[in-house]
Every structure is written in structure tokens, then in C-alpha cells.
């Protein structure tokens, strides 16, 4: 999948889909269309908070993901 965004915080949180993860790792046949999942927001300040929607979400969402974020000067329609 692609994001963009010209914060770099908004893709970070994009590396991984905790319901597309658990599905994958457990066998769980789902067979719908994956939806975007982000536990963040942003403060008065504009600094990221993220949030567990249940206790370890973040981990085990995460944990043994990789990804890659780019980063460009310009993106062409």
C-alpha cells in the first residue's frame, strides 16, 4: 500500500493493519475489503498520540513489521 501525506507521522502509523495482522497470523478467514486503521490523532500542540484500543494493541500490532517510508519533493497528479 501507498500513503501520502506531508507528515511523516501520518504514514508511520500505516505500516501495519492490526485486524489484516491478526487475520493473517491467526488463519481467520476475512474475506471483506481491508480497511485503513490508525490508533492516533493530534494534540493542541500537533504532536502524535497514539492509543491502544485494547491493552498491548500497539505491540502486537507492530511488533515484527517491516516497512519503508519515502520521501519525495513533489508528487505529480
Known amino acids: ?3 501520502f501525506s506531508r507528515k ?3 504514514v508511520l502509523v500505516y505500516l501495519s493493519n492490526a485486524v489484516e495482522k491478526y ?3 491467526t488463519g481467520f478467514a476475512f474475506d471483506g475489503i481491508w480497511q485503513k486503521w ?3 490523532g493530534f494534540g493542541k500542540e500537533g504532536r502524535l498520540c497514539l492509543e491502544e484500543y485494547y491493552p498491548n494493541a500497539l505491540e502486537e ?3 515484527g513489521v517491516s516497512g519503508y517510508i519515502y520521501s ?5 497528479n
Open 1 to 3: 500500500m501507498i500513503y
Open 8 to 10: 511523516r507521522e501520518n
Open 23 to 25: 487475520c493473517r497470523e
Open 38 to 40: 490508525g490508533p492516533y
Open 61 to 63: 500490532t507492530y511488533s
Open 72 to 76: 519525495a519533493s513533489e508528487i505529480e
